[in-house]
């Protein structure tokens, strides 16, 4: 998935041409991105897509509060 549309700062260390996989878009934007991000990414994936993500995340503890906003925020619609 191309990066474009997403903040910069999200994807710094990445090429800004990268074609990356739906889940390192999804978790990257989880945990660094703003909340305008986090809605394009709801629009982008879908609910589904996102909740499948987080549930496969193993280092879901660890980014409890961005998954919780995610979750009861952006994707509660």
Known sequence: ???NDFSPHIF???DKQADLEPEV???RVIVFGEVSDKVLLAKLFGKSKIVDVI????EQEKYDKHINFMNRVILAK
């Open 1 to 3: 998935m191309k990066i």
């Open 12 to 14: 710094w260390s990445y």
């Open 25 to 27: 878009v999804i978790k």
């Open 55 to 58: 549930h496969g995340w193993k």
